[in-house]
Structure formats: structure tokens, C-alpha cells
């Protein structure tokens, strides 16, 4: 970005990736739809990696976090038959359920082995097969990941959205016997963005709820509280104060 750092008043873009807001509700503050650049578009292009189609069956896990909150209303907004969303917080998870979540699964305190016991008996309750889920890593930890590797079976898509340092082993073979993938994805192509505020605009996504604003003003202990206790349950924007 050359001069233009991440904390600049303004910086040069392309036009051709200018995603102008033409209706926009008043009710909704300009600033808010800042996440839609991130948040809620890496999701969307996740979906669109997976090549998820209505009546697919989908699992997130870290249905909970910053990005996975979307990735359920996301999936369940291109028409995913059903929904399961794994993550740990309680809490977290029963908003997970009003968002594009159809079932949750609770981690706290069990083995990725524990987690894919619990999916393979909810699938029996539901009446649904346990194989061919396209499922969605978007925590970038060694546990969410070594989860979702678990929960791969046949014709299984596992798409790797979350980005973390940990390193895990699995067995490509596998890959081969189940006839599945894995897909990496990055961010999304701002061609998406007109898209998903689409979706916001006509409420098939949810925006306000997972939202705050703060002066740019508490920048320094914004960052610090971040860093400390990480992803809050409300995704923070800075709106300028000076």
C-alpha cells in the first residue's frame, strides 16, 4: 500500500473495487458495514470455494468466532439444508442457533474423536448420512483443525478458512480413500462485496448484532484489549473523533 498504512485517514484504491452502497438503511451506520470486507465476505467466498449449493449439508467449526458467525448465515443463506456449528463457548453458542446454525456441538473438554462421535450420532437423530458435509475450519487452531480433519469421511469437502501457525498430521491416503478435498481460501475478491450486501440489505445475513463502534481515539487500548483477550463478541470498527 506504499505510504498508506492500515491507520491512514484515507488511501488510494482502485475504483474498479469500489462497492458503492446505494440504499443503505438508515438505521444502519455507514461505519458498520466496514466488516462486510472481511468478516463477512471471506465466508462467502469460502462457500463459493466449496462450490456449496442449496440442500448441501455443512459443519463450521468455530461457528462462534469473529468470521465463523457469518460463515453459518453465509451457508444457511445459499441455501444449505442444514447446519452444524461446532465451537466451545456456550453462550456463543446458543446465538449461533438464531444466526444460521441448525444444530451446535459443544468442544469444551473433548477430543476431536469425542467431537466426530457426537456429529456421527446427531446425524442418526436427524436422519442425515455422515458422510458428503462440506465443512468449514475458520478457528486457524490446532484443536479446530485437528476436528475438522476428523470429521472428514466420503466425498467430504473440508475448506480451510481460519489462518493459524499450528501444524497438523493427517494421512493423505485418506484423502484417496474417501475420494475428498481439502481446499484452501483467502479473503474474498471485492467483485463479491455487491453480493453479500445484497444479502444484508434484503435480511438474509445479519449485520447489527455482531457490530461495535469506538472512538478512534481509544485506538491504543482497543489494540492492548485485543491482543489480551482476543476476538470480542461484537467485531470492533473505529470511527474517527478528530
Not at 80 to 97: C, D, F, M, S, Y
Not at 130 to 144: D, R
Not at 204 to 217: A, D, W
Amino acid at each position: 500500500m506504499g505510504i498508506y498504512g492500515g491507520n491512514s485517514n484515507y488511501i488510494v484504491v482502485p475504483s474498479i473495487d469500489l462497492c458503492e452502497l446505494k440504499k443503505r438503511p438508515q438505521d444502519i451506520p455507514l461505519s458498520h458495514f466496514s466488516i462486510v470486507a472481511d468478516a463477512m465476505t471471506t465466508p462467502y467466498q469460502a462457500a463459493i470455494r466449496a462450490d456449496l449449493k442449496p440442500g448441501d449439508n455443512v459443519v463450521v467449526v468455530g461457528c462462534t468466532g469473529g468470521v465463523g458467525v457469518h460463515q453459518t448465515q453465509v451457508a444457511k443463506a445459499l441455501g444449505a439444508k442444514t447446519v452444524i456449528g461446532i465451537a466451545r463457548n456456550p453462550e456463543k453458542l446458543k446465538r449461533a442457533l438464531e444466526y444460521g446454525a441448525d444444530f451446535t456441538i459443544s468442544s469444551i473438554d473433548k477430543s476431536p474423536r469425542d467431537v466426530r462421535d457426537e456429529f456421527r450420532k446427531l446425524c442418526r437423530e436427524i436422519g442425515e448420512p455422515n458422510y458428503g458435509w462440506k465443512i468449514f475450519e475458520v478457528t486457524g487452531t490446532e484443536g479446530g483443525q485437528s476436528i475438522a480433519l476428523e470429521l472428514i469421511s466420503f466425498i467430504s469437502k473440508l475448506i480451510v478458512v481460519g489462518f493459524g501457525t499450528a501444524v497438523n498430521s493427517y494421512a493423505l491416503s485418506r484423502l484417496m480413500a474417501f475420494d475428498a478435498e481439502i481446499i484452501g481460501t483467502w479473503g474474498c475478491p471485492p467483485e463479491y462485496y455487491p453480493i453479500v450486501v445484497d444479502m444484508i440489505l434484503k435480511g438474509k445475513i445479519g449485520l447489527e448484532p455482531f457490530v461495535q463502534t469506538r472512538p478512534m481515539s481509544t485506538i491504543v487500548e482497543t489494540y492492548e484489549e485485543a491482543h489480551s483477550k482476543g476476538s470480542p463478541a461484537r467485531r470492533i470498527v473505529l470511527e474517527p473523533d478528530f
